[in-house]
């Protein structure tokens, strides 16, 4: 299981990464990705759109269900990854590269926002103890 050091995530299995301009990346887990199955459907905001944290703001759609995808910070989508609209499959091949999906400006200080996120070794805790559910 890929779970990258630099990354934060949530139960739900998002991850995010603090960018140096402030903005925060969003996509789903490798975790996500292999419980999906294959990805066939990418549903994101509008640019603009305003977002609030723990709430879904998109979808992802597989061979196997449809999953929301929630926010780990409050803000303002500023960017989304266009390229999931014809080849969704990217988020099972690179879910933390090519198959990011959003970059949300956060309202409020991202730090702040983003600290009740788990670390690397306290995710991949909690996939080990959902795997074992």
């Known amino acids: 299981m890929n779970v ?8 739900e299995h998002e991850w995010a990464r603090l960018d140096d301009d402030g903005t925060v990346v969003v996509g789903v887990t490798d ?3 292999q419980q999906l199955g ?4 990418v549903e994101l905001p509008a640019i603009d759109a305003e977002v609030v944290k723990g709430e879904a703001f998109g979808q992802v759609e597989s061979t196997k269900s449809v999953s929301d995808i929630c926010a780990p910070v409050t803000g303002t989508i500023v960017e989304i990854n266009a390229a999931l609209e014809d080849s969704p499959e990217m988020i099972n091949g690179a879910p933390y590269e090519a198959g990011w999906m959003v970059r949300i400006r956060p309202e409020s200080d991202p730090r702040a926002e983003l600290a009740d996120m788990l670390h690397p070794d306290e995710y991949t805790d909690h996939i080990a103890n959902e795997d074992a559910d």
Do not use: M
Not at 4 to 11: A, F, Q, R, V
Not at 38 to 41: A, H, I, K, P
């Open 4 to 11: 990258p050091t630099e990354l934060l995530y949530t139960e």
């Open 31 to 33: 975790f996500a990705s």
């Open 38 to 41: 294959d990805v066939v459907y």
